[in-house]
C-alpha cells in the first residue's frame, strides 16, 4: 500500500545562482535577515551553499500544506523579502515537493536559539527518477530506509519527498553533521539493504546536489529533525538550558 503524504505538508525547492559575486556580502545580509522571519508563516526556511558550484545555492521553503505555501506567496511583506533575495540570483530551477517523511510538521520547526556554537553540517539533495510500476515498493523501502538513517549520530536530518509534478520523482534531503558522516552512513545496513532493493526500481542512476551549510541555518539545533518538541518562535536560553 502507498504512504500516505504526512498532514499535506509541502516544500518547494529552488537552485540558484548567484548573477554577480559582488553581491555576495549582501545576499548573505539578506539571507541572513528575512530566512528566519519566515518562520512561523512556514515551517522551514533553509539556503545551502552548493559544494560543486560555488556561485549556486539551493532553497528550501516547507509549509505546513499547500494553503499554506499559497497563502506565504501571497503575503505582501514575506513575498517582498523573498523577492529581495531573488533579486540577486538567477533561479535555475524549482520544483513542488509533497512530503512523505518525516511525519510529523514539528519535525520541520526551527528551534532558534541565541549564541550557539558554529557548525559546518553538509546538506545532500538527492534525486531519484523510479519507474511506474515501483512506486509503491520504492516509498516502503524508502521509509525503513529513512527510520534507520535517522537512528545514525552523524544525522540530523533525513526528509523524503515526490515530486507533486512528476510522480516519478523523488527526493531525499540529507543532512549530515560531519564531513566523515555521508561514508559512515553508506556503510549502514540500512542503507545496503535500500540500494540493493531499490537498484531495479530506479529509472535512471540517481543524481545528487552536495552543499554546505554556511548561510542559513548554520546551528545544530535549527537542523535536528529528531527533536521530539521543537519550538516555532526562539526560546530563550535560560529555557533552553533548563529544559
Known amino acids: 500500500m502507498a504512504a500516505s503524504v ?19 556580502d549582501n545576499f548573505l545580509n539578506l539571507c541572513v535577515s528575512h530566512l528566519p522571519t519566515f518562520i512561523g508563516d512556514l515551517l522551514r526556511a533553509d539556503m545551502t551553499h552548493d559544494l560543486q ?13 499547500q494553503d499554506a505555501m499559497v497563502a506565504f506567496n501571497e503575503n505582501v511583506e514575506q513575498n517582498g523579502k523573498l523577492a529581495e533575495i531573488l533579486s540577486l540570483v538567477e533561479v535555475l530551477s524549482e520544483f513542488e515537493y509533497d512530503i512523505i517523511a518525516p511525519e510529523s510538521s514539528e519535525n520541520f520547526a526551527t528551534n532558534m536559539v541565541e549564541n550557539e556554537p558554529e557548525v559546518t553540517f553538509l546538506k545532500n539533495h538527492v534525486d531519484i527518477m523510479v519507474i511506474e510500476d515501483a512506486y509503491d515498493a520504492f516509498i516502503e523501502e524508502t521509509l525503513n530506509n529513512v527510520q534507520g538513517s535517522l537512528q545514525e549520530v552523524g544525522i540530523a536530518r533525513f526528509d523524503f519527498l515526490r515530486d507533486r509534478a512528476d510522480p516519478s520523482h523523488f527526493v531525499l534531503m540529507e543532512v549530515f553533521k560531519s564531513a566523515e558522516a555521508p561514508a559512515e552512513h553508506k556503510k549502514s545496513a540500512h542503507y545496503l539493504q535500500w540500494r540493493e532493493v531499490v537498484a531495479d526500481m530506479m529509472a535512471i542512476g540517481r543524481s545528487a546536489i552536495k552543499t554546505q551549510c554556511t548561510i542559513w541555518p548554520e546551528y545544530e539545533h535549527c537542523w535536528d529533525s529528531m527533536l521530539e518538541q521543537l519550538e516555532l518562535t526562539a526560546p530563550t536560553l535560560e529555557a533552553e538550558e533548563t529544559a
Do not use: H, I, P, R
Not at 12 to 19: E, Q, S
Open 53 to 65: 558550484n560555488s556561485d549556486q545555492y539551493l532553497l528550501n521553503l516547507v509549509a505546513e500544506s
Open 6 to 24: 504526512a498532514a499535506g505538508m509541502v516544500a518547494n525547492t529552488k537552485v540558484l545562482k548567484l548573477t554577480d559575486d559582488e553581491n555576495f
